[in-house]
């Protein structure tokens, strides 16, 4: 009822105020705007009528609203409009919020444009699932064509990707979490908000997610969540489960909102090796404050030690050595066929760190034993050992097979050798949990 009593007072506001003759121009052009698509798309009137940007008076043209001289402006009944709104256009009233995406590695996720995942695409599939795939998630170049009638090529329009890249030189697209037009915050503070692009057999972090106990609590107890309120403070304004937005974004009684997705990941687990970020510890430790809002550091620390310990132990057991060994192979020039993926070993060691890897440090990052296990290392070990070493072995080369040999002969892969009754015997001596204890930071 607020937000209808505001809206009516709004309209008239529109009507009858008497404001300066361009202040008056545009209050008349909104007014057309909103009459307009109340009937042509009521949806989209309905979604901007119970948002906060028609409580505060935000309307149709301070967002479209175009300079003339604007690459992607056009005229439309009267008034110069761009159908894009960027991270620059929304800046104006939320500058510190542009500024942290700005930095974030969400506006750099449209650089995947020019990496590995878009030629796989372009070359195996082709240019349309480049489009409907690839940059629907990480963000389009978005192209200009002056024969459109709103200015924006189909090659890549519609597109909201988390890192598009805009003609205005800014990077990223707000409604890829706040939809619009309602652009709520209790829709972005909602795990299903991230899940359009965080899921999947490479990143499948709404499915971890979902099988962790913090996904149980947080679907059996999500009227307790309070998503709606102005303030959202883990520990005091909610408690019952976290969401993606409590650990990356949100505030905590220490910490304030950011929209740089990164300010708390040790990590990156996407590359096939992870790696530390750039100042991980204090990254870390921001993390750890938002764990403390509901877990005593005994928990915390041990979390993080199990979870650094796995993810070692998919780093040193499977990614370097299958990383050494396939540049070892291009080295000595020994793929049959020239293109990048025209061979089937390069597909199997693509999903050894691109798919499994992945699974596994995402599962155990955000405690889900399922795709740690099943959907992670054990589909790493079954790739590694029965289908990436045997391809590698099928090329008859002296110096890969040696290197195989000397591999295999390490304490960690030398299993496969030994009797089972012995590995089961030195699994209950603790003997093969000794060969990885120096992957815990703490050894017990």
């Known amino acids: 009822m607020q937000n209808r009593s505001a809206v009516a007072l709004l309209i008239a506001v529109l009507s009858f105020w008497p404001f300066p003759a361009e202040a008056q121009k545009n209050k008349e052009l909104a007014g057309k705007c909103l009459t307009c698509h109340k009937q042509v798309s009521p949806g989209l009137y309905q979604q901007w009528y119970e948002s906060s940007h028609a409580v505060h ?5 301070d967002c479209h609203g175009a300079d003339k001289r604007d690459i992607d402006a056009f005229s439309h009944n009267g008034a110069q409009i761009a159908v894009l709104v960027t991270p620059k256009d929304c800046g104006v009233c939320h500058a510190k919020e542009r500024d942290q995406v700005g930095g974030s590695h969400h506006a750099r ?4 444009l020019e990496s590995e995942d878009a030629y796989l695409a372009h070359v195996t599939a082709g240019h349309p699932v480049a489009i409907t795939g690839c940059e629907a998630c990480h963000g ?12 924006l090529s189909p090659l890549s329009w519609p597109n909201s ?3 598009r890249i805009n003609p205005d030189g800014s990077l990223g697209a707000c409604n890829a979490c706040h939809p619009r037009h309602l652009f709520s915050r209790a829709q972005a503070r909602q795990p299903q908000s991230c899940s359009k692009c965080h899921l999947g057999p490479d990143h499948p972090q709404k499915e971890v997610y979902e099988e962790s106990k913090h996904g149980n609590s947080y ?4 009227e307790t969540m309070n998503l709606h309120s102005d303030r959202w403070v883990v520990g005091q304004d909610y408690y019952a489960a976290p969401t993606c937005a409590t650990c990356h974004m949100s505030a ?9 997705v990164g300010t708390r990941l040790s990590y990156s687990l996407r590359p096939a090796i992870s790696k530390r970020q750039d100042n991980w510890q204090q990254k870390r430790q921001a993390m750890k404050q938002v764990c ?20 070692a132990l998919y780093d040193e057991k499977f990614a370097k050595p299958a990383t050494e060994l396939m540049t070892l192979i291009r080295k000595r020039q020994l793929l049959e066929k020239p293109a990048s993926f025209a061979n089937d070993i390069e597909w199997t060691y ?11 440090r995402h599962g155990v990052s955000m405690m889900g034993p399922d795709y740690t296990w099943w959907h992670g290392l054990y589909e790493v070990a079954q790739h590694f050992y029965f289908k990436f070493l045997p391809q590698a072995m099928e090329l008859q080369d002296p110096e890969v097979d040696a290197w195989i040999d000397r591999l295999l002969a390490e304490p960690e892969h030398r299993w496969m050798e030994e009797q089972t009754e012995v590995l089961r015997k030195q699994i209950r001596d603790g003997k093969v949990q000794a060969i990885y204890r120096d992957l815990f930071p703490q050894k017990p």
Do not use: L
Not at 57 to 61: E, L
């Open 109 to 112: 996720a449209g650089q995947i």
């Open 350 to 360: 693509w999903e050894i760190w691109h798919h499994e890897g992945r699974r596994a």
């Open 292 to 311: 403390s809002a509901c877990h005593r550091s005994g928990f915390i620390d041990g979390h993080y030690a199990q979870f650094d310990a796995t993810v």
């Open 252 to 260: 905590t009684a220490e910490q304030p909102v950011t929209h740089d």
């Open 140 to 151: 389009a170049n978005v192209r200009i064509d002056k024969n459109s009638p709103n200015k």
């Open 57 to 61: 008076q935000v309307t149709c043209i």
């Open 161 to 163: 990707g988390i890192g």
């Open 219 to 222: 679907a059996t107890a999500i």
